[in-house]
């Protein structure tokens, strides 16, 4: 396509992923960088039949929440897409995201404004990434496309991490490392530790060794080296721990590479303290931790109630929430392992609650004809995507189910990510 200047073009809204939308003769355009309110000229680069994209060329009148985005390739860099905005917009975009959601997706009618819980830190707060590799260069992708844009430091990620990346970085150009796809920094927030998870294809150059030893002496806190296995097979430890510690509310888990944990430390603390005082609140005593990961909700709640449930699908994960139980002495929080909606059809007990909290594509739809059988009143559903979390609440709306509280908790500044809380009552 030949590109096309659009000289001026007002901007009206912001699409969920964060970038600006205008009309040009009617025709929906989409550029990123942009805010709503302001005049841009831009370059037409992609023309579908219903939408067109475009690139920001200059900003004619700037809104008053435009700022200069801190990192040299934003523009560039696929990582973030907020920058440009003041932060406070940013948090009232993710919330009119969540609003719209609900009305839209949800067809949900009353229900509370969003309780809003802005980060405390709005840089560096992110304790894992995972950098691509091409060629000599290691990033992230872009914007468009699945090139990797190399950088010098990432503002979201704490200094431990973006070294980490530049020992990689170095070790890939002088060939001590020859070749790979990606890696991933995994670090402790609370205990200074950090671990490194190779994909199956990272090579050395000459010898494993020889990577360990310097990537020691450049990264004191780096607590072991792990390799992915190819395909299902295990994966093998290269050299130390193949797991860090991370304090989680009042306990400390020890988390493996393949087991998830939310990646905003500070944030995640804030959604534990909601969850749990949800569920005390309403004086919960049977509870069920759905899609619990290393059981970090039930574990913390259950020396507060009679019993908890949890399932998760992750072998790992169910063995680090079991091993932490037995540990912390909590012999009230039984572990299952496997698919929720299979494992939940086989338990017998009623609940009173039950915390849900699946990964972006939502719940199983077997899943709510389970919930309704077992008479479950209360629900906490945790979601990081408005879009799946507004599809299951019209789901559950028909059983009878209500929004009564909505809380945005702010995990993932800079970025469209959202995460939030909901308590839904029959
Ligand atoms: C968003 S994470 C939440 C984990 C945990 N609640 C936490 O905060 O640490 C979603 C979890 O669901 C698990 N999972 C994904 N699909 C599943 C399924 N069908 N059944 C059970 N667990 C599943 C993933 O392994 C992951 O641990």
């Known amino acids: 396509m030949v590109e ?42 992609k023309k579908k039949k219903r939408f067109g994209e475009a690139l920001l060329e200059e900003v004619l009148d700037a809104s008053p929440h435009r700022r200069k985005p801190p990192c ?3 523009s560039e860099c696929g990582g973030c897409q907020l920058q440009h905005m003041d932060y406070s917009f ?15 997706i949800g067809e949900a009618q009353d229900f509370p404004a969003p309780r809003i819980h802005a980060a405390g830190k709005e840089w560096n707060y992110r304790n894992k990434a995972t950098y691509h590799l091409q060629g000599s ?9 699945r090139r990797v844009i190399p950088h010098e430091e990432c503002a979201l990620l704490p200094q431990e991490v973006n070294q980490i990346k530049k020992s990689l970085a170095d070790l890939l150009k002088q060939k001590i490392i020859t070749s790979g796809k990606n890696f991933t920094v995994r670090t402790s927030f609370s205990h200074q530790q950090s671990l490194l998870i190779l994909d199956q294809s990272v090579k050395p150059g ?20 792990y390799q992915q296995g190819k395909g299902k097979r295990e994966g093998r430890g290269i050299w130390g721990k193949s797991m860090i510690k991370e304090k989680m509310g009042d306990y400390t888990f020890e988390l493996g590479p393949a087991t998830f944990f939310q990646v905003n430390s500070e944030q995640r603390e804030v959604l534990l303290e909601r969850a749990k005082k949800i569920v005390l609140d309403l004086n919960c005593r049977n509870i069920g931790d759905l899609y619990a990961g290393a059981g970090v909700f039930g574990i913390n709640l259950a020396k507060h109630v009679d ?7 992750s072998r790992e994960a169910v063995a ?26 086989k338990m017998p007990r009623e609940l009173d609650c039950v915390l849900l909290d699946p ?3 939502g719940c199983h739809p077997n899943l709510w004809q389970l919930i309704e059988e077992k008479k479950v009143k209360n629900i906490v559903y945790i979601s990081c995507n408005p879009a799946t979390l507004a599809r299951d609440i019209a789901e559950l709306q028909p059983l009878g189910y209500r929004i009564e509280t909505l809380d945005l908790i702010d995990m993932f500044p800079q970025t469209y990510h959202v995460e939030c809380l909901v308590r839904l009552c029959r």
């Open 4 to 45: 096309e200047i659009i000289p001026e073009l007002k901007i009206n809204d912001l699409g969920h992923d964060g970038r600006g939308v205008g009309k040009l003769n009617g025709y929906t355009v989409f550029i990123p960088g942009t805010l709503p309110g302001e005049r841009v000229r831009a370059r037409l680069v």
């Open 307 to 313: 019993r908890v449930l949890a399932i998760e699908i």
């Open 359 to 361: 990964p972006r594509e």
């Open 72 to 74: 040299p390739v934003y």
């Open 206 to 225: 000459s010898s494993w060794e020889k990577v360990t030893t310097i990537l020691r002496k450049e990264n004191p806190e780096l607590l072991g080296i």
């Open 320 to 345: 680090e929430g079991k091993r932490k139980a037995q540990h912390a002495g909590l012999d009230n929080i039984e572990f299952h392992r496997g698919e929720v909606e299979r494992v939940f059809a």
């Open 137 to 145: 260069q290691v990033g992230f992708f872009s914007r468009q496309s």
């Open 90 to 104: 940013q948090v009232e975009f993710k919330q009119d995201r969540l609003v719209q959601a609900l009305y839209r």
